[in-house]
Every structure is written in structure tokens, then in C-alpha cells.
């Protein structure tokens, strides 16, 4: 493929690194000239110093035989500009834009709604732009889904599914502890599948024989209903989220406040963790903030919540307020770095969970050393739904786990594909990928796959590869 991306920033130029190991042609345009330079120092493709939304200079890129074109500048309006420039001259491109301007996302996705047989080919999209990333929504999500999930660790859902893959650690002592992964249907009858392991510091596909010790940590495939008995058989306590304080109104803390205070469906998870829906007895949620025009919009906004305006760092206030004895703090402040030390912080003082919202994943590292229970990291998240998009139409969703080393894909098996009509223990290379589920063309939902699950045209599954392998796999099952 062919890319222009407009913006030299982390995004832009963690986004170009993984395009060039894939041998796309990238072109990267900014006008800062320190950010172009720090941009030419990483990548080894066209960097140019100009105005990303003048057509000459996209034209001078090669703008007109790109496949895609990805703006994520600083302004959410040149971003908007530069695809409804792109998108008169040259309708055929693709092309996505960052926004983090709320207002526009929430607008955009209404008059999409409103007009949806229209745009489904009888006008151009809103703005030019195919796929709109707002970075805060995709992290509002992210820490909602933790939530639901007990704040354990970190999860990923998939649509129309009751699965999803769960992040947890090995107690010493627990049921798993010091067996091979062979052995493991001797201690459960419950169906879950282990996608991959992080041990000493090391991130594999799982085999048979792989062994599982204290301290290990597991990315589980299981259903909403079951998780609850992996957990225990990992020798994971459930604790009630019954008291949550959540640290920073600002538009992440205020979207991830909507999600909690509204929430109506309750996952299976979410139930064996006491639950958590608005309007639930005894639920205590409190919002705290340092600014006072931001603790008032929250207040005002959030009626049933106990809205704080203080400083999260005063263990005086933090001990007087009862916060110390709260289940879980979420920390989704502006500064991603207080969000980690503060989440750390906090359960020092005595608060069971902790979430923190971190700039990237080499942050979220550093988090889960300092002991912070989940971390979500922006800029990520934004990277790996800007890849979902590039990677072609039958490529759903993408997630990066274990720092990036391996993705989890989403995708749909075309009819060129080389797994038609063959079952998967006839395709299997557990050292390049695992296939996780699958989901038969008509059905409804996902199924855990197994040796004998018989690929079709059509069938959407969801496989776990190494980073560096996943092009290769993808074009395999026939997503171009």
C-alpha cells in the first residue's frame, strides 16, 4: 500500500515504523521543522517539512496514487481540512483523521446515523473522512471495559460475542501453578483457551508442553459466564467494586463517567464483582478534581455521584474523605504520568484496584511495575484502530498486547484464501499464529476453535500472531 500521513508526532511516527516493516510506501508531512527532523532520525521513508493541507504538497508526496491518506496533526481542523481537500480531487483514497474535539465525533456519528441509506453509497462520507478516531473515546472504552471486568486486569471484547481474553496472573500455590498446559482439562471442565504467555519478561504462543509457574501471566479466552472459575483457578480473589473514586473530569474522566453512571447491562465478570450499574444500593462513586471549572461541569453533569474539587495527592483529604478505603481509583487526569504514580500512590495509602490512563505502552510498563493494576494506553489505542483500517476490508479489529509483540486480529476468511474447506489442524503453526474463534458465516456468535473447526468463505475468526508475522498470516486467510 501506498500512505501519506500528515503529522510527525508519536502517533504519526509510531504509526509510519509499522507500515515500513510491513514494506508499505510511507510518506510523513509536518511543518515543525524539530519534529521533522526527530521524524527523518526513526524512519527510513519520504519525510517532508510543509503544510500538510495543501494539495501541491500532497500531490508532491504522491497523493494521487496513494491508497490512504491518515491525518493526526495537533488541530483537530486541519486533520477535518486536509480529507475534504483529498476527498474533492481524489474520492478513491482513503482516509482517516484523529479528532479529539468531542463535539465533532458525537455530531459526525449522529448525522451518520440519521443519514445511514444515504451514505451508504449515495453521498460522501461527513467531511471526506472514511474513519473518524477520537483517541479519548477509544480509551473511555477501554477503561469501562476494565472496570466491568473487576479492574484485574486488562480485557478485550469483541462484538457479537460472549468471550473475551483476559489478562491474569498465576498466584503461587493456585490450581495452575507448576502444571503443563496439556494437563490443564484434568483441573476444569470449563472451556477456555490460554492465547498467550509473559514470563520473565518474555511474550510466546503457548503449546502443550508449555509450563505454566507462579508469577506467569496468561492472556485467557473464555466466556463472560465462566471467567469467574479461571480466576479461582489462577488464585485470583474477587473483590466488589462497591466504592469507586475516579480522579480527573476532563473529557476522558467525563466520557468514562457517562459509561459507569448509565450502565445499564451488567457482564458476567461484572456480576461475580458485585456489579456495577447506576442506580445500583450502596454504590458510592466520587469524582475528584483539582480545577474548579471542571469539578462543577461535573457535578452538574453527574447528580448521583459525590463530585470533590481537591488535590488526589493530599493523603490529609484522601484520609478525612475515606478515599484510602475506596475498591478501586481510576486516574484519567491530562497528565499520564501522575495518572501512573498516583495510582500507585493510592493503593499504597489502602485502595484495592487501580486503573491509570498512560501515554503509550512502554508507560504501561512502567505502571505494572509500580503495581497499577491496569493501565490503558492512548496513544495505542489510537495507533492499533488506524492499523484496523489499513490492513484491508476484511480486517475488523486490531489489538496489540504484551508491549506490542503480538496482535490480536479480527478478520474475515475470503474466498481465496488458502484455509477454505481445510480444517484448522491441517493449517495450524503455533510458533506463527493461533486461530482463537471462530464464528461460521449465518451464525450468531463466536466459538472457541478447535483442531477439527473447518474454515469458510465468509467466516469471520479471530487469531493471535507475532507482530512481525501478522501481514504474512493475514494474507493467508486472504485479507488484502
Do not use: W
Not at 117 to 122: L, T
Not at 414 to 429: F, Q, V
Amino acid at each position: 500500500m501506498r500512505i501519506v500521513i500528515v503529522g510527525a508526532g508519536f502517533t504519526g511516527t509510531q504509526l509510519a515504523k509499522l507500515l515500513i516493516n510491513e514494506k508499505n510506501q510511507v510518506a510523513v508531512i509536518d511543518n515543525d521543522e524539530n519534529t521533522i527532523r526527530h521524524a527523518q532520525n526513526q524512519l527510513d521513508c519520504t519525510v517532508m517539512c510543509a503544510d500538510g493541507n495543501n494539495l501541491e504538497t500532497l500531490e508532491e508526496v504522491g497523493i494521487a496514487k496513494a491508497d490512504a491518506l491518515v491525518c493526526v496533526t495537533s488541530s483537530d481542523e486541519v486533520n477535518m481540512i486536509t480529507c475534504s481537500l483529498v476527498d474533492a480531487v481524489y474520492p478513491d483514497v482513503l482516509k482517516i483523521a484523529r479528532v479529539r474535539n468531542y463535539a465533532y465525533y458525537v455530531n459526525t456519528a449522529s448525522a451518520e446515523k440519521k443519514h445511514h441509506n444515504d451514505f451508504a453509497g449515495k453521498r460522501r462520507p461527513l467531511y471526506g473522512i472514511n474513519y473518524m478516531i477520537h483517541p479519548d473515546v477509544e480509551a473511555a472504552e477501554a477503561i469501562v471495559q476494565a472496570v466491568e471486568n473487576g479492574a484485574v486486569g486488562n480485557v478485550i471484547t469483541f462484538d457479537n460475542s460472549d468471550l473475551e481474553i483476559a489478562r491474569i496472573t498465576v498466584s503461587a500455590g493456585s490450581a495452575l501453578d507448576g502444571i503443563l498446559l496439556k494437563e490443564i482439562r484434568s483441573k476444569t471442565q470449563v472451556k477456555f483457551l490460554i492465547a498467550y504467555i509473559e514470563k520473565n519478561g518474555e511474550t510466546s504462543l503457548p503449546s502443550g508442553e508449555t509450563k505454566i509457574e507462579a508469577e506467569t501471566t496468561l492472556g485467557v479466552l473464555v466466556s463472560k459466564d465462566d471467567i469467574a472459575d479461571v480466576f479461582g483457578l489462577c488464585g485470583t480473589e474477587p473483590k466488589q467494586l462497591n466504592k469507586v473514586a475516579m480522579i480527573g473530569a476532563g473529557r476522558i474522566g467525563t466520557i468514562v463517567a457517562e459509561r459507569l453512571m448509565g450502565q445499564q447491562k451488567v457482564s458476567g465478570l461484572a456480576k461475580l464483582f458485585g456489579g456495577f450499574a447506576s442506580g445500583r444500593r450502596g454504590m458510592d462513586f466520587v469524582i475528584i478534581d483539582s480545577q474548579d471549572e471542571l469539578s462543577k461541569a461535573a457535578a452538574e453533569r453527574f447528580p448521583n455521584a459525590r463530585v470533590m474539587r481537591a488535590d488526589a495527592t493530599d493523603e490529609t483529604f484522601l484520609r478525612e474523605e475515606g478515599i484510602t478505603n475506596f475498591d478501586l481509583a481510576i486516574c484519567t487526569t491530562h497528565n499520564h504520568e501522575m495518572n501512573m504514580v498516583l495510582a500507585a500512590y493510592l493503593e499504597s495509602l489502602g485502595v484495592g484496584q487501580s486503573i491509570a490512563l498512560v501515554s503509550s505502552t512502554a508507560f504501561a510498563s512502567i505502571a505494572e511495575k509500580l503495581g497499577v493494576d491496569v493501565s490503558v494506553p492512548l496513544r495505542d489505542s489510537v495507533v492499533d484502530s488506524i492499523m484496523s483500517h489499513l490492513r484491508g476490508k476484511s480486517v475488523k479489529e486490531i489489538h496489540t498486547v504484551t508491549n506490542g509483540h503480538l496482535e490480536i486480529v479480527e478478520c474475515e476468511v475470503s474466498s481465496s484464501s488458502k484455509a477454505c474447506g481445510k480444517a484448522l489442524k491441517e493449517i495450524a503453526n503455533p510458533g506463527s499464529y493461533l486461530v482463537l474463534m471462530a464464528r461460521k458465516v449465518g451464525a450468531e456468535g463466536y466459538q472457541i476453535a478447535n483442531g477439527n473447526t473447518v474454515f469458510s468463505a465468509g467466516d469471520h475468526i479471530v487469531l493471535i500472531t507475532k507482530a512481525d508475522d501478522s501481514k504474512k498470516v493475514l494474507s493467508f486467510f486472504g485479507s488484502n
